[in-house]
């Protein structure tokens, strides 16, 4: 049995974040896409917000270990541990990622993790 073609473009969204390839996001989420990041009450809208505010994160690796994604015709789940590394400073974190997805693109992305403030502080640091 093949995956389902939601499963698939997570799996190539996150893949290709992983490899460090700019365009990860812009081709997998709508023009309109709702982000939520972790720890945030305000969501990024529209896929140029989103593609800005990574525009900080130069010289910061990401290395996302898939657990397991689920997905059905709207939705996508991925169960991710990722490990972030800027110079020496390294941390890790486990998260449940969640998009709707419709005609293939991400339209909303919420994410929770194990520890919320441990990744709002980690990403304060490098701000």
């Known amino acids: 049995m093949s995956e389902h073609p939601n499963a698939v473009l997570y799996r190539k969204m996150m893949q290709r974040f992983e490899e ?4 990860a996001f812009e081709e ?17 809208r ?9 525009q900080g994160m130069v010289g910061v690796e990401f290395h996302v270990d898939v657990h397991d994604v689920l997905a059905t015709d709207e939705h996508v789940v991925g169960l991710v541990t990722a490990t972030v590394r800027a ?24 994410a929770f993790s194990d520890d919320t403030q441990a ?8 701000g």
Do not use: C, N
Request: aromatic residues 12%; negative net charge.
């Open 20 to 23: 460090g390839h700019a365009g």
């Open 28 to 44: 997998a989420v709508a023009d309109d896409v709702v982000w939520w990041h972790i720890g945030s009450s305000d969501p990024v």
């Open 46 to 54: 529209g896929k140029a917000a989103l593609l800005q505010s990574m």
């Open 87 to 110: 110079g020496d400073d390294e941390f890790s974190y486990r998260t449940a990622e969640i998009a709707h997805v419709v005609d293939g693109k991400v339209v909303e992305r919420w």
């Open 119 to 126: 990744i709002i502080d980690f990403f304060a640091r490098l």
